[in-house]
Structures are given as structure tokens and as C-alpha cells.
């Protein structure tokens, strides 16, 4: 068999495989997260938030959906977070708009407890 007509099934195979693909995929939320901080970060998008006495003292206007888009644009930091936990690991993550600003949150079975909030 020449190599064209070999290149040709292989590519025609390969297109009939994407195109299933699409229509398995198509309209389900799935996602590939692979490095560990857009596992960590999916994971906590995932879950119930609950405010400590703190945060709402602080930012009293303060509404689910800022407090996910601040964690969805933010980063975890793992040097100084505590994932060695049995119950709930303490993240720690940083905004990307701000040098100094942070979130502290605990991530436990089914709530997201955000503990502190530092804006400068």
C-alpha cells in the first residue's frame, strides 16, 4: 500500500474519531485539569462557601460570586499553604491583580470556609 493512501486512512480514521468524540463531549462540564493548582482551585468552585466572623465584619457587600471569581483568577500558594491536613487543608491563594493580596480558605468534605480575606 502506497504511503499516501496509508496517510489518508490514518487522517480520515483520526477525523471520524475526533467528530465522535465532539458528540460525546458536547454539552457535558467536563474538564482536564491537570496541574495541581486548577485541581485545587476546581475543587474548592465546587463547594458550599461559609464566611468567618472576620470577613464579614470586614467586607459586609461581600457576595458568593466575587469570592469565587477572586479564587478562579487566583493562584494557590502550596509553600504556604497546609495540605497535610486529615479534615480541612488550609489553601492559600493569591490574587493575580495584587501583589499583596490573599485569601485564606479551608476546604473541607462539602463547605468552603474562607477565614481571611488581605486586600492592601
Known amino acids: 500500500m502506497k504511503l499516501l493512501y496509508r496517510l489518508g486512512f490514518y487522517l480520515g480514521g483520526f477525523s471520524v474519531g475526533l467528530i465522535f468524540l465532539a458528540f460525546i463531549f458536547n ?3 467536563t474538564s ?3 496541574t495541581p493548582n486548577a485541581r485545587v482551585i476546581d475543587n474548592l468552585l465546587q463547594k458550599n462557601i461559609v464566611l468567618s466572623e472576620e470577613v464579614i465584619k470586614d467586607y459586609p457587600q461581600l457576595k458568593d460570586d466575587q469570592i469565587k471569581e477572586m479564587i478562579r483568577t487566583g493562584t494557590v500558594n502550596f509553600s ?3 495540605t497535610k491536613r486529615d479534615s480541612c487543608r488550609l489553601y492559600r491563594i493569591e490574587l493575580q491583580n495584587e501583589e499583596t493580596a490573599y485569601l485564606e480558605v479551608t476546604n473541607c468534605s462539602k463547605t468552603l470556609n474562607i477565614l481571611t ?3 492592601p
Request: aromatic share 8%.
Open 32 to 34: 482536564c485539569n491537570y
Open 27 to 29: 454539552g457535558k462540564k
Open 80 to 82: 504556604k499553604s497546609d
Open 117 to 119: 480575606i488581605k486586600k
